[in-house]
């Protein structure tokens, strides 16, 4: 199994802090040492690191977390392979362009036979489940809507019955992001949280760090933080239910599943 | 204009060498300030770095500098905009993935028109007229070529009379990769050079560093360096000429266009 991070919000905001928390468990308070990826949003501009080292051995990791990248949106993995071997190319999140977006994708879980589902457009580069899964949903996403629909509700619905259809084949905990809003889906296991005004301290689990958010932040900023296990020690981390389907914009709930 | 330098070569090798000399041209000893950007091929996989900010201050440059990572295939360029804003999303190089291989693009030029030219399957993220020509070639390959061809001198052929189609516009001098191969196609303005056996000295033009590339290889290994300008000042560059269009694989020329 893998973890996931997931930061969605209304300002540029960097997520070193939660990071430095999710880096110790790739090999030091947990055994995710297969590599780790991060995705960062700035508007429409993308970019991601990449590393099939261990996260918390990486000098590369070492660096991200004193190098504050201030996004609205944010996509991190680390990897313990159980399909695929460990090298770059199976190392989330990955990523494809749709509609002039870039679009990327982390997931943890198992998909039994969805190698044997046809794909069209988009091929996986790499020899994971995942990747071929997020192919897979990317096709029936531009199979459907040749372009951006206008009703917003409309994209995430479909995307939504997609992840279903996927989650019947295994576990489907999943982050993927279109640059505009950051979706999430829950099989077994992911939790959120959202900080906002009044902001307070924060403890991580996995190393010996404090934030107190009320220095780092305006009043106004929100920001919305997932995670397969949360990440502090002191705050009111909500689990997700299994098939919850949430789309979060500038750190707020956008649509949600309702509960069965 | 922007500068690129490009890297074949036949082991996994790093650039840091010329890469240190190419980043004091983004705002120190060139106007290059408007942001960089590297791509690297390990097998089939896949990374780059984006950075908006000028090189020869950004410290994501020098932590690269000080991060070799070992490579086939490396495409680098440095921006001086002139068409599309300084941004992260206008950064080169560009990547989309075609036939489950990552395509990546750098270009220094400017091409009047091409976006005009429609397109179909592969939409720009930004506004540049770089990435808009790049989504124009992935697509003309993508139809000619459903699935990659067995002759690979066919796909050859094609990309050059595409690139040739393109520079009618303005100034197409590129460094594009499909993991397999480095292709390059100059307008104006690129020089290359093979580094192997018996290896000596370089000297950079840009910076006080020398490396002894004796020291630093094996007899058996073959690095080509592609870059707009020479960057040492002791090697035998050899200038392209207009149209030129050059493969290249495992550090060694596979295809070049006749002398015309």
């Not at 404090?210 to 689990?239: G, H, M, R, S």
Request: aromatic letters at 10%; a positive charge.
């Amino acid at each position: 199994m893998c973890e996931l991070l997931g930061m969605s919000a209304n300002v540029p905001t960097d997520i070193t802090f939660s990071f430095a928390g999710l880096m110790q468990r790739g090999g030091a308070t947990g055994p995710h040492r297969d590599g780790w990826g991060i995705s960062f949003y700035e508007g429409k501009g993308y970019r991601d690191v990449h590393d099939p080292e261990p996260s918390a051995d990486s000098k590369l990791a070492r660096f991200m977390q004193g190098y504050p990248i201030k996004s609205h949106t944010v996509i991190c993995h680390i990897r313990k392979a159980n399909r695929g071997r460990v090298c770059l190319e199976n190392t989330h999140p990955f990523s494809r362009e749709l509609w002039g977006q870039t679009w990327s994708f982390a997931h943890n879980g198992q998909l039994k036979g969805i190698k044997k589902w046809p794909l069209q457009h988009y091929l996986p580069v790499g020899t994971t489940d995942s990747e071929h899964a997020f192919c897979w949903l990317l096709d029936q996403i531009r199979r459907q809507f040749p372009t951006p629909p206008r009703q917003r509700k409309k994209l995430w619905t479909f995307i939504e019955a997609q992840a279903d259809t996927i989650a019947t084949l295994g576990v489907f905990n999943i982050l993927m992001s279109d640059s505009k809003s950051l979706y999430s889906h829950c099989s077994t296991k992911l939790a959120w949280l959202t900080r906002q005004a009044p902001f307070g301290d924060a403890q991580l689990l996995d190393a010996e760090m404090t934030v107190d958010f009320a220095q780092e932040t305006q009043p106004n900023d929100v920001v919305t933080v997932i995670a397969t296990q949360p990440l502090t020690k002191n705050e009111p981390w909500q689990p997700m239910h299994k098939n919850q389907f949430t789309v979060f914009q500038q750190g707020k709930v956008a649509y949600q599943s309702k509960l069965q």
